[in-house]
């Protein structure tokens, strides 16, 4: 399950947790926060919610426990403005991960 899952507040990974998901990015990456919301760095979202300070991990990639299916990366991706512009892509970063997929 993957998406924008537009979460505030750290309390809301719970519904995640009792349906048995692993938040991916945590697995991986504990240490460092995974913000994909963030008017300090990305300029589009001054541009749509000028006065909206806040840092946010809006965007989540999980999956149940498997056997079949292993997470080799997870990372953050068009967090960079496009090209010469200030502008990027959009006003959430994006997570790309890679899988191992076996029978």
Sequence with gaps: MLGDFNF???CE???LE???????????????SGITW???TNSLINV?????DRKMRLDRICLR????V?????MLTADRP??????YPSDHYALKATFAISK
């Design 13 to 15: 990974n719970r519904n």
């Design 82 to 87: 496009m090209g010469k512009s200030f502008l």
């Design 38 to 40: 963030d008017p300090s």
């Design 48 to 52: 749509i919610y000028p006065f909206d």
């Design 65 to 68: 426990p498997s056997t079949q």
């Design 70 to 74: 292993d997470l080799k990366e997870i």
């Design 8 to 10: 505030h507040h750290p």
């Design 18 to 32: 009792n349906l048995k998901f692993d938040d991916l990015w945590l697995e991986r990456h504990s240490h460092f």
